[in-house]
Structures are given as C-alpha cells and as structure tokens.
C-alpha cells in the first residue's frame, strides 16, 4: 500500500494533509525520513507520524438495527444514512453497508470497512440467506400454493431468470417469513406483488448465521463478535 493511504486509513488526516506532513520531514519509514507518498509499506513496515508509531487499524464489523426512514447508502441530500448512526465511530467515512434495506425497512444491516469481507458476502455467488419478517396487506390466499411457488422460483418483471429457491413459512394470515439467498432489486416486496398481494412492513432478522439481537432497539449497533465475523 501506498504510504500516504496507509497513513490517511490509520488517522483522521486526509491523502492531502499527509501529504504535506511528509513533505515537511515528519514521517519515517524503517528510522528514515519519507519523502515519496506513493512509497510502498506494508502492515510490517515501522512508520513513525510526529514521532508516534502508526499501524493499520484492525477492520471493523457492526450490526445495526436501522430503523424505517434511512437509507442503507453511505451519502444521500434528502434523507439521513445508516452511516449517520454509526457516526461517533473514528473514520466513519471508511465504512460500507453489507447489503441494502429499503428506506421503509427495519432490521439487520451488517456494516464493516472490510471490503473484501463485504463482497464475500454480498456477492450474487455467496447466496447468503437472509430471513425477512413480512407483514401483508391482505390475507395470503393458499398460503402452501405460494410456498411451492416460492420454493420453485417465481418470474419476477424485468428479470432473465426466475428467483433461486426460497422458503416461506406463515406465523398468521398476514405475517409470513420469507429467507431468501439472493439481493434483487425490492425482491420480497415483488415477490408478494407476484402473488397478488403487497408489503406493508419489512424487517430483516437473519444475515447467514448473524441474527438481530432481539434486545436492540431502532438505531442501535454493536460490534460483531469474531464468530459472527467468520461464520457468515
Ligand atoms: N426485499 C425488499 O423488497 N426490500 C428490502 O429492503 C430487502 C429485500
């Protein structure tokens, strides 16, 4: 990694400002001024900013219960961020969503600055499932019909193929629970629109292995443990 990124990942100073720290004379790399940015290092290297060693912060990984009314997006004009709720965390900026929620949605969003992490688990290879509480607008006629059909595939509008298989199970008339391995566009909201009926409210439980804890409240977050991290 290029020295003024691994400095600018490791502190609040922007590229630019690190920059000019190193430019001023005030890094060293192995007990020798730095004067080129682009340098190469690594989490081995010995980098000293004003005299105090730097090393690469270790990733994160967070669960947070977003609440309706914020978008899983890191930078959004007309309405506030999952991110925003996170934002008492040092380099808030450097953090991404696993997997989005609706705006209207509630429930799990898995957050990390791990990249890689992150694709592993969002990647449309991954079929990762993740479980859904739905509420419906009406009744769910022949509720074991729509089962078969979920578990089937449905054709969803605009789409090439049909929905890998998915599995509903009913807690009553109108409150079902849907898992499902894939991330199309609104895809348990069109999937019930296909049955004829409609989502009035949306809340995710499940990522893989990683279940909302049932104590959080809307807004809430905490650190993933390192089994939740590893058994995604
Ligand atoms: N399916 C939807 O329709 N919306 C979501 O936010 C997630 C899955």
Redesign the pocket.
């Known amino acids: 990694m290029r020295l003024d990124k691994y400095l600018a990942n490791a502190t609040d100073y922007s590229r630019a400002e690190i920059k000019k720290q190193i430019k001023a004379g005030e890094v060293t790399v192995g007990g020798s001024i730095a004067s080129n940015p682009a340098q190469a290092v690594d989490e081995n290297s010995d980098v000293i900013l004003h005299g105090a060693s730097v090393s690469q912060p270790r990733p994160r990984y967070f669960m947070l219960y977003k609440p309706a009314g914020y978008v899983s997006v890191t930078k959004d004009s007309e309405h506030p961020t999952a991110i925003d709720l996170l934002v008492d965390e040092p380099r808030s900026e450097q953090l991404q969503i696993a997997g989005?929620?609706?705006l209207d949605?509630t429930g799990l969003l898995l957050i990390t600055d791990d990249g890689q992490w992150n694709h592993a688990l969002t990647s449309p290879k991954s079929q990762c499932n993740?479980t859904?509480r739905v509420q419906l607008a009406e009744p769910l006629a022949d509720a074991e019909k729509v089962a078969r059909k979920f578990a089937d595939g449905v054709w969803l509008n605009n789409e090439k193929r049909r929905t890998q298989p998915a599995q509903l199970k009913m807690h009553s008339a109108t409150e079902a629970e849907l898992t499902?391995s894939e991330?199309k566009y609104?895809?348990?909201?069109?999937m019930f629109a296909a049955m004829g009926n409609r989502?009035t409210a949306?809340h995710?439980e499940r990522i893989g292995a990683i279940v909302l804890d049932t104590d959080m409240e809307p807004g809430d977050y905490r650190p993933l443990t390192e089994e939740e991290i590893n058994n995604v």
Do not use: E, M, N, S
Request: aromatic share 6%; charged share 40%.
């Open positions: 989005r929620l609706d949605a993740k859904y499902i991330g609104h895809q348990v909201k069109r989502v949306l995710r």
